[in-house]
Each structure stands twice: as C-alpha cells, then as structure tokens.
C-alpha cells in the first residue's frame, strides 16, 4: 500500500513538473527564398518561441555581408518588419511557460531589404528581459570592432557572426526584446544564427 501510494505520489510530482527542452534555433529547416523579395517571417510558433518581427533569409555564400555561423539560412532584424522602435521579441507561445536565453550569434549589415547586398556595418542592441510584464535582465551588446582589422586583411565586404553569451542572466524569463539602438538603425539589418535557449512548458 506504502509502495503504490509513493508511486503515485511521484507521478504525480513528476507530472506538476514543467517539461524542459534544449533548443537551437538555426533557421535552416524553415523555408527561404532569395533575393530582394526574399524576407519571409520566422513561423509562430517556432521551436517553442514566438519571433516577433524576425525573418528567415538564405544568404548563401554571397560575396558580401554578414556570413551564417551555420547553414545558409539567418534570422533578420530589419526595420520595415520591426516598425519605428527597431525592436524585435522573442515570446513564449503554446505550452512554453517561460525560457532561459543562452546565447546567440549576430552581426549587422548596411542594407535595404535586399539585405544579400549589404556590407557588414558596426551595430548597437539593447536586450531587455521581462517575466510578467517585470523587467528582470537587460544587457547591451555591440557588433563591428573586427571591422577596422578587415583593412589590412583586404576582406571588407564579409564578415564572420559574434557569439554573445549571457551566463545566467537571462533566466525564467517569457520576453526578451532586441531593440537596435545606433546611430543608423533604421538603414541597417541584424542577422542572427543558433540562437540557443531552454524552454520550460506545462
């Protein structure tokens, strides 16, 4: 009877118990076109998460821009998606109760919505973690200081993601917002790559 009873008393635990998933938001199983009318938005929902105002491009092996940490395929930041604030969310959708950012890589061109023409540029973001409408984490993070460097190098037209880890600090979290906060944000595209986070749902 003791036996049966703790049994299901653990099933019971083990069912009030939020299921967690490691993900890697890669955007190379989503489909993309290419080119100037190539912007297509990310699906909602997409592994667990709504991407509110990304969008999924094939950049290729184009011979300028921001180059894929992997696959061909990014996400994309751009403002005629974004609206005005230049601000994109990731928030949770369906089962997904809250999530704990990781990290992810980026890297920002000049562009119009033909972001395949764009040449790297130098890029400000200000992330801003929220649970319950609180703000709980905000960190700002830069893109462009290898920039100078490709002078020498002769390589001016590509350049390779940062990677930007957050250690923690973006944790039980339902919304994180990316708001683009340079000087030419509303000319410019932030393209992203294996956004790795951990998702927790009912």
Do not use: H
């Not at 009873?5 to 939020?18: D, I, K, Q, R, T």
């Not at 011979?63 to 990014?74: L, R």
């Not at 919304?175 to 000087?183: A, I, Q, R």
């Amino acid at each position: 009877m003791k036996a049966a009873l703790c049994a299901l008393a653990l099933s019971g635990l083990a069912s009030a118990l939020p299921a967690i998933q490691q993900r890697n938001a890669n955007f190379d199983d989503l489909n993309a076109g290419t080119g100037v009318t190539s912007l297509t938005p990310v699906p909602d929902p997409y592994m667990g998460l709504e991407f509110d105002g990304f969008n999924v491009i094939n950049v290729g092996n184009a011979a300028t821009g921001v180059k894929p940490q992997s696959g061909d395929q990014v996400g994309v930041q751009y403002i005629l998606t974004t609206g005005v604030d230049n601000t994109a969310t990731l928030k949770t959708a369906g089962n997904t109760k809250y999530f704990a950012l990781q990290e992810f890589y980026f890297g920002c061109v000049l562009s119009s919505q033909e972001t395949l023409a764009g040449v790297p540029t130098s890029c400000a973001l200000t992330l801003t973690g929220k649970r319950n409408g609180k703000t709980v984490a905000t960190q700002d993070v830069n893109f462009g200081s290898g920039l100078v460097n490709s002078l020498t190098s002769g390589d001016l037209l590509t350049k390779d993601m940062k990677r930007v880890r957050f250690d923690g600090r973006f944790q039980a979290v339902d919304e994180v917002s990316f708001e683009l906060t340079s000087t030419l944000a509303a000319a410019t595209s932030v393209l992203y790559d294996n956004v790795r986070y951990v998702t927790y749902s009912s």
